[in-house]
């Protein structure tokens, strides 16, 4: 019995997200930088609600660049955690667990890609 050619060349679901988060890091940026910079703002006013801060173009960079690849490492993580669990479908208990191995305090520093 011989498999179907369409059936021997389909990739699983699971492969194709982990494509696309990989494309996702190519680019320059996953959010647009206005929309991050409000969040940020309206973030830093209600921690610090006296004071008014002033952010450079660089640091809103630096802090995006930062976010982004903190989440999209989070992502690759849980979509292996749904993957070892024979699951396509990514959960929160997958989000969990890849959190909870990852360490308390895990660096981007320490991630070799």
Known sequence: MSKDTSELNRRPESTLALKKLK???KQEFVFRKKEFEGVVRGIAKNVWKEQEFKWSKYALEALQHAAESYLVHLFEDS??????A???TLLVKD???ARRIRGRFETLINRTY
């Open 23 to 25: 494309q996702a890091k």
């Open 79 to 84: 979509n292996l955690c749904a993957l070892h």
């Open 86 to 88: 024979k699951r396509v």
């Open 95 to 97: 989000m969990q667990l």
